[in-house]
Structures are given as structure tokens and as C-alpha cells.
């Protein structure tokens, strides 16, 4: 091997580790809470590696947007430590709401590199049952109806087409219609 050859070897492992040096540093999202399908949502977590600020300084920039679609009440966003931000919203979200969470193009962390993934997603589900009448264990009649509160409101089609009651004693079981009020049904 010539010594061009060697200069050349020796030249491209140490960019090599350099790479590998930097990639090591970079700071990355470590976790966001809350992800998936997560009913009464009130805030939402972005954790980092290392530290991505310099804490205390009240001027800090949100590294994140939070977009939602469906009713979602306003928010904004803090940093609780130097690898900890949060975004708060000024209510819980209500039923049928999806969100995005996507780190601003403009953010850059202390470091100024970012790796890994930089876009998350949630959604609240659909409307669930927060109580029943009659509860359960009551006795009921052959012609009983029953009430249901649900944490939101349904659509006539959706309490059509996903509820139902049964019996122990009746293997048949009856659909359920929505009453006048949003978030009620009838079976």
C-alpha cells in the first residue's frame, strides 16, 4: 500500500467517525405522550434525549406544533426542564378529535442537529358510556329502557350501528336509536 493509499484510508475512517461522533450527540425525541387513541387528553408530552435549551430563559420557542382536527379548545406550550416540553390545552379534549404534533422546520436544539422521527399523532375515539341506568345488577322489566351518558356527543348513525343490548336469558338481542339529546341513547 502507497502512502497516497494510506493518506486516503486514514482520511475516510476518521470522516467516518466523525459521522458516527456527531450522529451519537444529535438530539432526538425520545418519547411523546399521549400516542394512539387516548380519551380526556389535557396535555401533551415532547421528551429529548439531552438537553435542547437552555433552561430558564422565559423567551424559549415551542420546538413543536400541535394541529387538531374536530373540536379541539386552544393551548400553548412550556418547557418544564431542559429536555421536557409540554403543551398544555385549556380543556380536555372532547370525543372525535385527532391531532398532530410536528417539530417546526425553524426549532433547531442546543446542539443544532435533530435526529430521528419528528411527527406524532393522537386521536380521542368516539363518545364512551360514563353511566347507565338501570346499573348494573338492577332488575329490569321485558320492556325496559335503558339509559346511557356518554362522555360526548354520537351520531343517530354511529349509536345505530355499533350498540346493542343483551340478555342472559335471550340469546336475541335489540339495537339502540339515539334520544334527542346528544350524548344520550335508548336501548
Request: hydrophobic fraction near 40%; include cysteine.
Amino acid at each position: 500500500m502507497n502512502n497516497n493509499t494510506r493518506r486516503g484510508a486514514a482520511a475516510l475512517g476518521w470522516v467516518a467517525a466523525m459521522v458516527t461522533v456527531s450522529a451519537a450527540h444529535a438530539a432526538s425525541i425520545t418519547g411523546m405522550t399521549p400516542r394512539g387513541e387516548v380519551a380526556q387528553v389535557r396535555q401533551v408530552t415532547l421528551r429529548f434525549n439531552e438537553a435542547v435549551v437552555a433552561f430558564g430563559d422565559p423567551r424559549l420557542p415551542d420546538p413543536a406544533a400541535v394541529a387538531c382536527e374536530g373540536a379541539a379548545p386552544a393551548g400553548s406550550g412550556r418547557w418544564s426542564t431542559d429536555r421536557v416540553w409540554l403543551y398544555d390545552f385549556e380543556a380536555p379534549l372532547p370525543p372525535g378529535v385527532r391531532c398532530t404534533v410536528k417539530v417546526r422546520p425553524d426549532w433547531k436544539p442546543l446542539n443544532g442537529t435533530l435526529t430521528g422521527g419528528t411527527e406524532f399523532d393522537f386521536r380521542t375515539g368516539g363518545p364512551a358510556v360514563v353511566t347507565a341506568q338501570p346499573w348494573s345488577g338492577s332488575s329490569i322489566e321485558e320492556d325496559q329502557h335503558f339509559l346511557l351518558r356518554l362522555s360526548g356527543a354520537a351520531t343517530a348513525a354511529s349509536v345505530s350501528a355499533n350498540t346493542g343490548a343483551r340478555s342472559k336469558a335471550s340469546a336475541n338481542g335489540c339495537r339502540c336509536a339515539s334520544s334527542a339529546a346528544p350524548s344520550a341513547m335508548r336501548c
